[in-house]
């Protein structure tokens, strides 16, 4: 009006729109001061209120809630209802890390429980398949579809565990529940809680290790059973069996049991007629409790050590070793730093074991074996480079914290490294009550698998399964028998089943050629 223009109600919202946006004038234009002032102030609103404020509501309204969501899909806080035969997880550690690895191999579902959110994403961009939900929160485990689960592992605090297992045995009366523990003390609270079993990893290592160590004797332990058939791992220190190939040993024919692998410094290797059995090689066999027995007879010799065994840490896992080295009647002597862990003045020396002064009085220069217990896989690496350096001819037993790290304790001289993470998740695979497979050793399992088409009415000789696959056939099942170690002519007959040893490469050859 004051310009001498009038114009209609659209045309100034019109006008007011193509200034606050800054897209400019067009065809409407004041002339004078009064009029340019006035732009001047409409132009600096639409820069606050559009580029700046509209921008922010969208985003803090809109955009932002659409990016949550998307998000609350990848962490979600439900299972699809028709979940089932599914493993519940409590945590993301080095066990469970090794057990999805596991899981995912044999087609098991799982899930782990995160009660943080940005863990969950975290873990979900590592691929891994994770659920919100608070591990004491009972509606936690219903959204979890517990009552469906084959099984609910957790590897917490003791006390966490215990809660865990509370609230889901409050939640499902059968689904099992699987809970480790520290402390043994905290075995019975546990069970009292409602698990089904108790895994104190650190005995079960201990035990592990004791089990490899060379004190001596030649005896095959027994380390899995299927039905009626065992496998043992044998030393043969002090055996006849040294400086002979396995086809001048006659084992299958004089005792009954089959050499189905042998370990040469940690490594799993195929045996051939020709394998020489050296000081170190520890033989795998299968048989009956029968057949084992008369192994241990006529082979299992002991012979006097007069030095001890040395363990480097006096944890949890180094104590075990002791009492299962103990159990074998083989002395031993624990190296501590740490004065607070020594619980047997007797056994242990208070020292640092990088001394050499301190390995000196633990029998270093004498000792068959040592076994390095510690939880700091750098210092393992560390000392088994030191005791390999010191003694080239002695045993040397490492404990691996990480499975990545089995490759670089093997370079570093051990010759043999026990995972902690493989052997609490083969424990609790095991565990899952699976009658198809058993997780003998590291990378080592035993299957059983209806004999494949492409093999029926085939003899095992004519299948030549381990030629063309590294796993051996050392049982067949048929009409509720099992045929122990069958001979090489025998006929796989259809809807038998073939029990094989193999390691995990050689399975998935199987598998391959043969079908699933």
């Given at each position: 009006?004051?310009?001498?223009?009038?114009?209609?109600?659209?045309?100034?919202?019109?006008?007011?729109?193509?200034?606050m946006s800054t897209l400019g004038f067009g065809d409407i234009t004041?002339?004078?001061?009064?009029?340019?002032?006035?732009?001047?102030?409409?132009?600096?609103?639409?820069?606050?209120?559009?580029?700046?404020?509209?921008?922010?509501?969208?985003?803090?309204?809109?955009?932002?809630?659409?990016?949550?969501?998307?998000?609350?899909?990848?962490?979600?806080?439900?299972?699809?209802?028709?979940?089932?035969?599914?493993?519940?997880?409590?945590?993301?550690?080095?066990?469970?890390?090794?057990?999805?690895?596991?899981?995912?191999?044999?087609?098991?579902?799982?899930?782990?429980?995160?009660?943080?959110?940005?863990?969950?994403?975290?873990?979900?961009?590592?691929?891994?398949?994770?659920?919100?939900?608070?591990?004491?929160?009972?509606?936690?485990?219903?959204?979890?579809?517990?009552?469906?689960?084959?099984?609910?592992?957790?590897?917490?605090?003791?006390?966490?565990?215990?809660?865990?297992?509370?609230?889901?045995?409050?939640?499902?009366?059968?689904?099992?529940?699987?809970?480790?523990?520290?402390?043994?003390?905290?075995?019975?609270?546990?069970?009292?809680?409602?698990?089904?079993?108790?895994?104190?990893?650190?005995?079960?290592?201990?035990?592990?290790?004791?089990?490899?160590?060379?004190?001596?004797?030649?005896?095959?332990?027994?380390?899995?059973?299927?039905?009626?058939?065992?496998?043992?791992?044998?030393?043969?220190?002090?055996?006849?069996?040294?400086?002979?190939?396995?086809?001048?040993?006659?084992?299958?024919?004089?005792?009954?049991?089959?050499?189905?692998?042998?370990?040469?410094?940690?490594?799993?290797?195929?045996?051939?007629?020709?394998?020489?059995?050296?000081?170190?090689?520890?033989?795998?066999?299968?048989?009956?409790?029968?057949?084992?027995?008369?192994?241990?007879?006529?082979?299992?010799?002991?012979?006097?050590?007069?030095?001890?065994?040395?363990?480097?840490?006096?944890?949890?896992?180094?104590?075990?070793?002791?009492?299962?080295?103990?159990?074998?009647?083989?002395?031993?002597?624990?190296?501590?730093?740490?004065?607070t862990r020594i619980y047997d003045r007797e056994k242990t020396i208070?020292?640092?074991?990088?001394?050499?002064?301190?390995?000196?009085?633990?029998?270093?220069?004498?000792?068959?074996?040592?076994?390095?217990?510690?939880?700091?896989?750098?210092?393992?690496?560390?000392?088994?480079?030191?005791?390999?350096?010191?003694?080239?001819?002695?045993?040397?037993?490492?404990?691996?914290?990480?499975?990545?790290?089995?490759?670089?304790?093997?370079?570093?001289?051990?010759?043999?490294?026990?995972?902690?993470?493989?052997?609490?998740?083969?424990?609790?695979?095991?565990?899952?009550?699976?009658?198809?497979?058993?997780?003998?050793?590291?990378?080592?399992?035993?299957?059983?698998?209806?004999?494949?088409?492409?093999?029926?009415?085939?003899?095992?000789?004519?299948?030549?399964?381990?030629?063309?696959?590294?796993?051996?056939?050392?049982?067949?099942?048929?009409?509720?028998?099992?045929?122990?170690?069958?001979?090489?002519?025998?006929?796989?007959?259809?809807?038998?089943?073939?029990?094989?040893?193999?390691?995990?490469?050689?399975?998935?050859?199987?598998?391959?050629?043969?079908?699933?």
């Open positions: 009006m004051r310009e001498g223009q009038n114009f209609s109600y659209v045309t100034g919202f019109y006008w007011t729109l193509t200034v004041f002339h004078s001061d009064a009029g340019r002032l006035f732009s001047i102030v409409v132009l600096l609103s639409g820069m606050l209120f559009l580029l700046v404020l509209f921008p922010f509501t969208f985003i803090n309204f809109f955009y932002s809630p659409w990016m949550k969501a998307q998000e609350q899909t990848k962490v979600p806080s439900e299972l699809p209802k028709n979940t089932s035969g599914h493993v519940i997880l409590t945590r993301y550690g080095t066990v469970t890390e090794a057990l999805i690895k596991k899981l995912d191999r044999f087609n098991y579902n799982y899930v782990v429980l995160v009660s943080d959110f940005p863990e969950g994403l975290r873990l979900r961009e590592l691929g891994v398949k994770v659920m919100l939900g608070n591990l004491v929160d009972p509606e936690a485990y219903k959204a979890a579809r517990v009552e469906n689960a084959a099984l609910v592992a957790t590897t917490e605090s003791d006390v966490l565990n215990t809660n865990v297992a509370f609230t889901v045995r409050g939640v499902s009366k059968n689904v099992p529940i699987i809970a480790t523990c520290s402390s043994e003390h905290s075995v019975d609270i546990l069970k009292l809680a409602g698990s089904n079993q108790v895994l104190q990893l650190g005995e079960i290592l201990g035990v592990f290790l004791s089990r490899r160590a060379n004190g001596g004797d030649a005896s095959a332990h027994v380390i899995g059973k299927f039905d009626e058939l065992q496998i043992a791992e044998a030393m043969v220190t002090g055996s006849s069996l040294i400086g002979k190939m396995l086809k001048e040993t006659n084992l299958r024919q004089e005792i009954g049991v089959s050499v189905v692998g042998l370990w040469e410094r940690g490594k799993f290797k195929s045996p051939q007629p020709e394998t020489l059995i050296s000081e170190t090689t520890v033989l795998v066999l299968a048989g009956s409790q029968v057949q084992i027995d008369l192994y241990n007879n006529k082979y299992g010799v002991k012979s006097e050590i007069n030095s001890p065994v040395i363990i480097i840490g006096g944890g949890r896992v180094g104590r075990a070793t002791g009492r299962a080295l103990a159990n074998r009647q083989i002395d031993y002597r624990i190296i501590e730093k740490d004065v208070f020292g640092d074991a990088a001394e050499l002064e301190i390995l000196q009085m633990a029998g270093i220069k004498d000792s068959p074996c040592v076994i390095i217990t510690t939880h700091d896989d750098d210092v393992n690496v560390y000392l088994t480079i030191y005791c390999r350096m010191l003694r080239s001819d002695i045993q040397v037993i490492t404990r691996s914290s990480l499975e990545r790290n089995l490759g670089t304790m093997h370079r570093a001289g051990a010759d043999f490294v026990m995972s902690y993470a493989s052997m609490g998740a083969n424990t609790i695979l095991n565990l899952l009550q699976r009658s198809d497979i058993l997780m003998v050793a590291e990378g080592l399992d035993l299957i059983k698998v209806k004999v494949p088409q492409k093999l029926e009415g085939r003899s095992i000789m004519e299948s030549s399964i381990r030629k063309e696959t590294g796993c051996t056939v050392i049982a067949i099942r048929a009409n509720e028998e099992v045929n122990i170690n069958p001979d090489p002519h025998t006929i796989l007959a259809k809807n038998s089943e073939i029990i094989l040893i193999g390691t995990v490469e050689s399975e998935n050859r199987f598998f391959e050629i043969y079908g699933k």
